[in-house]
């Protein structure tokens, strides 16, 4: 089983950064994406930002500017980092991996709560 650890997120003040850590248990050299995706408190569900093992990276409009995702294909990770945050970005935020195998897999993190205040 591939496992996904994030790591990161807390509380923060409106305006302030936070960089989320997500470590998977598989080398990336089977991963054809890795992105991120949040769970407001509504419940809404949206993707965040994603990578494809090319270096390509797409971001939801809300996040645009102020979001980063990068990778790093040596220690297995794809890291966030949240600049100038709002109190809509509060949420749990959890890392995706699309393993190659027979087709895609996919696989989820536990999440890391983010929560930001006004």
């Known amino acids: 089983q591939v496992q996904l650890v994030e790591s990161g997120g807390g509380l923060v003040q409106a305006g302030g950064s936070l960089r989320l850590s997500c470590l998977a248990s598989?080398?990336?050299?089977?991963?054809?994406?890795m992105s991120w995706s949040r769970q407001n408190p509504g419940n809404t569900r949206e993707l965040v930002a994603q990578?494809?093992?090319?270096?390509?990276?797409g971001y939801a409009d809300s996040v645009k500017g102020r979001f980063t995702i990068s990778r790093d294909n040596a220690k297995n990770t794809v890291d966030l980092q949240m600049n100038s945050l709002k109190p809509e970005d509060t949420g749990v935020y959890y890392c995706?991996?699309?393993?190659?195998?027979?087709?895609?897999?996919?696989?989820w993190g536990q999440g890391t709560q983010v929560t930001v205040s006004s």
């Open positions: 990578i494809s093992r090319g270096g390509s990276t």
């Open positions: 598989v080398d990336t050299s089977r991963i054809s994406a």
């Open positions: 995706h991996a699309a393993v190659i195998g027979g087709g895609l897999n996919h696989y």
